[in-house]
């Protein structure tokens, strides 16, 4: 699977037609700890850059964007019983939901991860 990140710090993995979103290490890093996450309803439409999320931590509440459009599919319900899974695997089971794909070649106006490494280092 080929994974895309955006300089909002926002990670997309895409499997056939489904993209799984989230927010990247870095990110959460610099929330601090993640005390909720308000995640899209299953159907909504979501459009590139728009809101999707919103995840809470001690330090402030922040609008995760939506990365790619799509139709959200299926939302971590993992994260409404434990936010902190977003502070122990960000982009691993802290991701927030999945979206079926309107248009693949949205993903190429993304960051490959080395692109967004160096974006990240220029911070």
């Not at 929330?31 to 850059?49: E, M, N, T, W, Y």
């Not at 993992?78 to 999945?98: H, R, S």
């Amino acid at each position: 699977m080929t994974r895309y990140f955006t300089k909002d710090h926002e990670w997309v993995e895409v499997s056939d037609d489904t993209a799984t979103c989230g927010i990247t290490d870095y990110a959460q890093g610099q929330l601090g700890d993640v005390v909720f996450v308000d995640l899209p309803a299953v159907g909504r439409a979501l459009v590139k850059g728009g809101e999707a999320a919103v995840v809470e931590s001690v330090k402030a509440a922040s609008d995760v964007f939506a990365p790619i459009s799509g139709t959200v599919t299926e939302t971590n319900a993992d994260l409404e019983a434990d936010p902190a899974l977003v502070n122990t695997g960000a982009e691993t089971g802290g991701w927030f939901f999945k979206v079926l794909l309107n248009d693949a070649s949205e993903l190429d106006t993304l960051l490959d991860e080395a692109a967004y490494k160096t974006f990240v280092a220029g911070l």
